[in-house]
């Protein structure tokens, strides 16, 4: 059986997953997180993607990427990106062969009510995890950078619902930490977990059908409507 193409909207952010191959292991050491993520702010930058949020664990990798009216981009970018990280640790292990699964797996989402929600979903996998016990204290995901106050060291690109959080930096930060400290409720987590697995859009029935009419054709499954706030 063909496997279905992978949807990607102009215009809209995508919740990107990508896993090791057989689930194993992507990150051994702190090196190996610090070259991906270098390699995202370089690559970022050579295809034009704004990064809104990552979050790297040890076997499989979120992010959440926007190329604009531009998507193939995103595509471009995760292919060199999978690449230059299995040479890098196939060098390092003295090893041939594949680091990732074959596809990664993507979600177009809705910006409105859901780009935040999806960015607490990313930035919450270490403490459902039971890795740390606060975003905070997790060092390769994006919610040090979008929390510090010392903007000069970020590279990720803040999306515009973090803006419209209040009119100062210091005002958007404390309300955005409020907003991933609340936690996230068991709908909202399967609601974003399900429709990155399947392939699925990420939003309301107005957004399926705004997408439908962009891309020309029908999309078979449909995802529940907004998530419990």
Same mark, same amino acid.
């Given at each position: ?5 992978? *949807?990607?909207?102009p215009?809209?952010?995508h ?13 051994a050491?702190l090196?190996?997180f ?9 690559l970022k ?6 990064v @809104?949020? @990552?979050c ?8 959440l990427?926007?190329?604009?009216n531009?998507?193939?981009?995103i ?27 074959s ?8 910006t409105?009510?859901?780009l935040?929600a ?6 919450l ?6 890795m740390?016990?606060? !975003?905070e ?15 000069s060291?970020?590279?990720?690109? *803040?999306?515009p619902?973090f ?9 958007r ?17 399967q ?6 697995q399947?392939g ?13 009419? *962009?891309?020309g ?7 529940r409507?907004? !998530?419990?706030?």
């Open positions: 059986m063909s496997r279905s193409g992978r *949807i990607l909207v215009g809209f952010p919740h990107i997953v990508q896993r090791g191959h057989n689930k194993q292991v992507v990150f050491d090196n190996d610090s070259f991906y993520l270098s390699n995202l702010e370089e930058q050579n295809f034009d993607v704004q @809104y949020a @990552y790297l664990m040890t076997n499989h990798i979120h992010l990427l926007d190329a604009g531009t998507p193939s981009n595509s471009k970018l995760m292919k060199t990106l999978a690449a230059r990280m299995t040479r890098y640790r196939n060098k390092q292990d003295r090893r041939t062969g594949t680091l990732w699964e596809r990664y797996k993507s979600s177009a989402v809705q409105d009510g859901y935040l999806c960015c607490r979903y990313i930035e996998n270490p403490v459902r995890a039971s740390v016990s606060n !975003p204290d997790y060092r390769w995901s994006s919610y040090q950078q979008k929390t510090t106050t010392n903007i060291t970020r590279w990720i690109d *803040i999306d619902l803006h419209s959080l209040g009119e100062c930096e210091e005002t930060i404390q309300r955005y930490i409020n907003f991933v400290q609340s936690g996230i409720p068991n709908q909202e987590l609601f974003f977990r399900d429709n990155v399947r699925q859009l990420t939003g309301n029935h107005k957004f399926v059908d705004e997408v439908e009419r *962009i891309i054709k029908r999309i078979e499954f449909r995802s409507g907004r !998530p419990k706030k």
